[in-house]
């Protein structure tokens, strides 16, 4: 109704973030064409109060009332308080929309550069060449067939792939994870230098043989 008539109370709060107060709107002489159609619709007190979080304004707080005088001094006093707790909330929400946001954008860039990097590692060992010389033919590429450097990068990949690329594989913690082993091979098991009667040896296993003299000859140990 104040969108469409360009007027009332919650306007005026959201313009000079000022609580916007309506004792009746059949005597109000501000915002008639609000109070007119308001009064129309059964609504004689309103009370608007300013949502203020702690970067600003994030919104306004509206009620109304089909009495006239609904919104004294005491009521306006606890609605403020309330409107101030809702102003947090509301600004933590949007600041985690946001994030969020952001989140998707970044996992969006990531995925996007790793298709580029994988097409630029098949032009360079389809065309020998190094690092700086393949961008530069997948960016002309890219210009002679009026397509984005990442569409033609997704098209070399699926090309050579035989299927469309993925987004870069990331750890539980959000991060990238490293290249796993290639499929049909098994990581190789680190384990520790056994002695002659199965135990292991303390330090260092590059000691020099040792000779010892006897009566029949030397024993090497």
Request: with cysteine; hydrophobic share 35%; proline share 10%.
């Amino acid at each position: 109704m104040q969108y469409r008539t360009g007027e009332g109370p919650c306007l005026e709060t959201l313009a000079n973030k000022q609580d916007s107060h309506i004792t009746d709107t059949s005597a109000e002489p501000r915002w008639r064409a609000f109070c007119v159609e308001a009064l129309a619709h059964g609504v004689r007190s309103c009370l608007s109060l300013p949502l203020l979080g702690p970067d600003g304004l994030v919104g306004g707080y509206n009620l109304y009332n089909p009495h006239p005088g609904a919104f004294d001094d005491d009521v306006q006093a606890r609605m403020r308080l309330f409107a101030g707790t809702a102003a947090g909330a509301v600004a933590l929400g949007l600041r985690l929309a946001d994030q969020s946001e952001l989140n998707e954008d970044l996992h969006a860039t990531l995925a996007s550069r790793s298709v580029i990097d994988q097409a630029v590692g098949i032009v360079m060992a389809q065309q020998r060449c190094s690092v700086a010389d393949a961008f530069a033919l997948l960016g002309r590429a890219s210009q002679n067939r009026n397509l984005k450097v990442h569409t033609l990068a997704a098209e070399i990949v699926t090309t050579v792939g035989a299927r469309p690329p993925g987004p870069p594989p990331s750890s539980p913690t959000g991060e990238l994870a490293p290249p796993g082993p290639e499929p049909g091979t098994r990581p190789a098991a680190t384990t520790a230098p056994r002695g002659p009667r199965g135990g292991p040896v303390r330090g260092t296993d590059r000691r020099e043989p040792r000779r010892v003299a006897g009566a029949h000859g030397t024993v090497t140990r």
